[in-house]
């Protein structure tokens, strides 16, 4: 399984953003698909994650209400819509693909996109 990320590139902050993952196969409904940050310097960390299968969604406190996850089963992508952006935000954003496990746990998922850069100029 392969995971293209893109939609990164350099904003302002209070701008919106979006990103798309494109998975290179179909994604099994008991899936779950996650969108992890790393800053520079900083661990990886959980940002958003949806169940294939029903839609459910999961969010880290620091993006609920700015941040939405999505999927489109048929085209086997996830998108993470991002808005009110700052410069905290300022990330490489990966996607990845958990099978079983926990969702805020980037050591439980199995595939990961290489990631996408998004830059927030205050």
């Known amino acids: 399984v392969q995971l293209q990320a893109s939609g990164g590139g350099l904003v302002q902050a209070g701008d919106s953003l979006r990103l798309s993952c494109a998975a290179s196969?179909?994604?099994?409904?008991?899936?779950?698909a996650g969108w992890f940050s790393q800053a520079p310097g900083k661990e990886r960390e959980f940002v958003a994650a949806?169940?294939?299968?029903?839609?459910?969604?999961y969010y880290a406190d620091s993006v609920k209400g700015r941040f939405t996850i999505s999927r489109d089963k048929s085209r086997n992508t996830v998108d993470l819509q991002m808005s009110s952006l700052d410069a905290e935000d300022t990330a490489v954003y990966h996607c990845?693909?958990?099978?079983?496990?926990?969702?805020?746990?980037?050591?439980?998922?199995?595939?990961w996109g290489r990631g996408t850069l998004v830059t927030v100029s205050s």
């Open positions: 990845a693909l958990l099978y079983s496990g926990n969702f805020y746990s980037s050591a439980d998922y199995t595939y």
């Open positions: 196969v179909r994604i099994y409904s008991s899936s779950i």
């Open positions: 949806i169940r294939w299968g029903t839609g459910g969604t």
